[in-house]
Each structure stands twice: as C-alpha cells, then as structure tokens.
C-alpha cells in the first residue's frame, strides 16, 4: 500500500488548521490592552510562527496537489525549522517567566507586587530606563488607573470595598501605592500621606497623586507588567504546546509518507512489476 499526495494534501491541510490557533494565539496577546500591548515586540515570534506555518503548509499543500517534490522539500525542511523554532519560543517562554508572583497582603483582595520577586532576562529589560519609559507611557496611555474608578448607584466605593476588589497586577502595581507604605484611600488613584512614618520601600517616595504620574516609576509597578505578562504568557504557552504536539505527530507522518514514497519509487523488490510502467519520478514525492 502506498501513501498517496492526497494523504500529503490532508496533512498539510491539517498543518494549516494547526496554525490558526497559533496566529490567534500572537493576536490574543496583542489585542489585550495594556501590558502585552506595551511590549509588542514579545508577541511578534508568536505572529511570525503562526504565519510561517500557514505559509508553508500552503506550500506543501499546492506540492501534493500539483504533485511537485521540491515543494514538498521545501515544506519538509521548513516544517522542521518551524517546530525547532517553536520549541525554542516554549522554552524562552516559561524561562523569562519562570518565577515571580504577587504578594498577598491582610484584608485587602488584591496581591502587591514586588520587583524583586521577579528575576531573569525580562526583568532585566523592563528594568532598563529606556525601555521603562515607553512601557510606562503606555500604560499610561492605555488609561488603565482612570478606568479603575467604580461607582455604586452613582456614590463612588468606598475604602473598604476597594480593599476587597480584585485587581490586575497592572492595576495593583502602577494606579495605587503599595500596601505597607500606609497611604490614606481616597478614591482609587488619590491617596493622603496618613499620620505614620513611611515604610523604607523606595516606591513610598515615587507615589503621586498626580495623575499622570501616579505610582508609573515605581517597582511595584515593573513587577506588575512581569505579573501580568507571565499569566498571559502562560495561557499562549499552553496553546502552544498542544499545537507543537499535533505538529510533531503531523510531520513524522508526512515524514514517513515521504519516505514511504521514495522507496517505493527507489526499490526495485517492492515494485518492479508496476515500476516498469511508473511515470517519471517527479511526479512522485
Ligand atoms: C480620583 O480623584 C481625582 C481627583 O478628583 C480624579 O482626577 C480621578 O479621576 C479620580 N480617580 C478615579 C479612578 O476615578
């Protein structure tokens, strides 16, 4: 029995389907306002697999139907390359997010966020001034802190039930002081100096209740745009992985149907009696 190009043609049809959730995937992230939207250029391998996956099976899909072997080359070798690259995309993954996460504080519902949780390659960058500043102006252009504000029949929340929200890191680490510097509620993004002396933590000192300041300097708040892109990221990496499973399963498929087809083109034992009258071999793969 003989695999046939139809059999390439539904696996590269398959490899196609497979990369939609990848392009989704890189479009999910960048969609999601704030945080990923601030640093565009993480979802850009995402992007980039996802369409070079299309490409290619596309490629390997018109090699089976127009039975061209150097097409069907090309979608081997390519496909390979992809599958390396997405592992290597897994892996940088869950490395620049390995660990890190907030911290829960007494009676409030939201955690707080702390820099130096966090470690590795991207707290580097987001550590960077340079790079800080435009993720910090994106934020801010985002209007993430104003749009924190709520109101119940029209009274704005009060302290207490502020306390209790659930807030994105995003929120908790940028549009408020921490915790422990012991600031006054005043609504969600003012906050009064309270009677006490202040905590040591540098980002008691960033907090402003200038609007277009508010705590955008702070640690607090690079710890929460890393808090915020690890979830994120996590929730892509899962795709991910599923994605490259299938692909795996896929390719060794099309791998041994390629093969398949060679020997059978190759082999004088296994065809001879039908080898005498087989078309040239360009037109087998
Ligand atoms: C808090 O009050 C300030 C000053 O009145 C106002 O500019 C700001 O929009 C308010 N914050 C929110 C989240 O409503």
Redesign the pocket.
């Known amino acids: 029995m003989r695999f046939t190009n139809s059999l390439i043609g539904m696996i590269n049809f398959l490899t196609f389907l497979l990369s939609i959730p990848i392009l989704g995937g890189g479009i999910w992230l960048s969609s999601k306002a704030n945080t990923t939207d601030c640093m565009r250029f993480l979802q850009w391998p995402l992007i980039i697999i996802g369409i070079s996956i299309m490409v290619v099976s596309l490629a390997g899909f018109a090699g089976a139907c127009y039975r061209n072997t150097s097409l069907l080359w090309f979608y081997l070798v390519a496909m390979f390359c992809i599958i390396a690259a997405l592992i290597g995309f897994i892996i940088f993954a869950y490395g620049v997010t390995d660990k890190g996460s907030g911290r829960s504080v007494l009676n409030r519902g939201y955690l707080d966020y702390y820099l130096s949780d966090y470690s590795g390659w991207l707290k580097d960058r987001v550590d960077q001034d340079s790079y800080w500043s435009k993720i910090s102006s994106c934020i801010r252009d985002s209007h993430v802190?104003?749009n924190?504000?709520l109101e119940i029949n029209g009274v704005p929340e009060s302290a207490d039930m502020f306390y209790y929200r659930n807030l994105s890191p995003i929120q908790s680490g940028c549009c408020k002081p921490p915790t422990e510097c012991g600031y006054v509620y005043v609504?969600?993004?003012?906050w009064n100096q309270g009677g006490g002396l202040m905590d040591s933590d540098p980002d008691c000192l960033k907090w402003s209740n200038d609007?277009t300041q508010l705590c955008y300097y702070c640690d607090s708040c690079k710890a929460g745009v890393l808090a915020s892109l690890k979830k994120s990221w996590r929730k892509v990496s899962v795709i991910n992985i599923v994605v490259l499973i299938l692909l795996v399963i896929v390719y060794v498929v099309a791998y041994a149907a390629f093969k398949n087809n060679k020997r059978y083109d190759n082999d004088e034992p296994y065809g001879s009696a039908r080898m005498t009258k087989a078309q040239p071999s360009s037109l087998h793969f």
Do not use: D, R
Not at 187 to 190: D, F, P
């Open positions: 802190c104003a924190m504000g609504n969600e993004t003012v609007q």
